[in-house]
């Protein structure tokens, strides 16, 4: 059995590409037809003497043809030039530059079109690429206490150009490769702390009277993230509003900011489900003509995926940028 095996596998194996034997090269075809050629006329000449002449001169053509076509035959191919490699972006290497990266897609999706940005050059680099306008970065230095102008400042523990924005909004990474995004709230760290617990209990006392709405319908845990303050002031100004109109189911609430507790960020996006398609679309229309601060980010009306109550279903899903303002419940409010 093992013998039959092997002569099986010698029997599928790809045969080596050789020449039969009994193919003549291309060099003995052209002498065999000038020597031909030769004979024939050499018969013809009168003058014996030159018909010999004649007969060495043709041989050795034939020989130098010959041998011109072997060489050239079996003359190796030029290896083709090895291509460079393409380089890549410096904001781009290492583990730092995947943290860049995360960080970037969260400002470009996440903060408001209205606020400046201060970064470094590679966070620049990478928020550029993210999608974000140059005219909304403003450079800073390394050590620098941050950009004149910039509400936003994005930049790494190690460069230090944090001091400037007091405010955590997001943070990226871990050890040595963390970037914080930070803002700079025009009253000073202070003021805007009180705000910021003050806003937190005008959003549980909010959030506790929406759930006593009939119009109103939210789950178990939705509840919850009303009756704690995680959810942001707009989003429970706006379904306060669409209440108004229409019976309405939250889905859930989402946008959480990565590495700061819903207290100070709390949840900016909401998804709900309404009668029809056609309270969806006045509804879309009406969240639309709203301005600053309650005109959201991004409004549209999506197809709710598997896996979530109502699946299948359209929805109305709204979602409004960082930072949360402070200060809408309770009238002090700063721009």
Not at 75 to 96: D, I, N, S
Not at 115 to 139: F, K
Not at 182 to 193: E, L, M, V, W
């Amino acid at each position: 059995m093992e013998l039959a095996g092997s002569q099986a596998k010698a029997a599928v194996r790809p045969a080596a590409p050789r020449t039969l034997p009994g193919t003549p090269s291309w060099g003995r075809v052209l002498a065999t037809t000038v020597s031909l050629w030769t004979g024939r006329r050499v018969a013809r000449l009168r003058h014996p003497r030159l018909a010999l002449v004649l007969m060495i001169c043709m041989m050795a053509a034939a020989a130098t043809v010959a041998s011109v076509v072997q060489f050239t035959g079996t003359a190796p191919r030029a290896a083709a030039p090895a291509r460079p490699h393409p380089v890549r972006p410096a904001w781009t290497l290492g583990a730092a530059g995947a943290v860049r990266a995360q960080a970037a897609a969260w400002v470009a999706g996440q903060v408001s079109s209205a606020e400046m940005v201060g970064c470094d050059p590679l966070m620049c680099a990478a928020l550029r690429a993210s999608g974000v306008a140059a005219s909304r970065l403003l450079p800073v230095g390394t050590g620098a206490s941050g950009a004149a102008g910039a509400r936003v400042l994005v930049a790494s523990l190690a460069s230090g150009d944090q001091q400037g924005a007091p405010v955590l909004l997001a943070r990226f990474g871990a050890g040595d490769s963390v970037v914080e995004v930070r803002a700079a709230p025009p009253g000073g760290s202070a003021a805007y702390q009180r705000a910021v617990q003050a806003d937190q209990a005008a959003r549980r006392s909010a959030g506790t009277q929406l759930l006593h709405s009939r119009r109103v319908q939210v789950g178990a845990q939705g509840a919850g993230q009303l009756q704690a303050g995680e959810v942001d002031t707009r989003l429970l100004i706006m379904l306060a509003m669409l209440a108004s109109q229409h019976s309405w189911q939250v889905v859930a609430f989402g946008a959480a900011s990565p590495g700061v507790p819903l207290a100070q960020a709390p949840f900016r996006e909401v998804t709900v489900t309404g009668p029809d398609a056609g309270a969806l679309a006045a509804s879309l229309a009406l969240v639309r003509a709203q301005r600053s601060p309650y005109r959201p980010a991004q409004a549209a009306i999506v197809r709710l995926p598997g896996g979530q109550a109502a699946q299948g279903r359209l929805a109305l899903r709204i979602d409004f940028a960082a930072p949360s303002p402070p200060g809408l419940l309770t009238g002090a409010a700063s721009g």
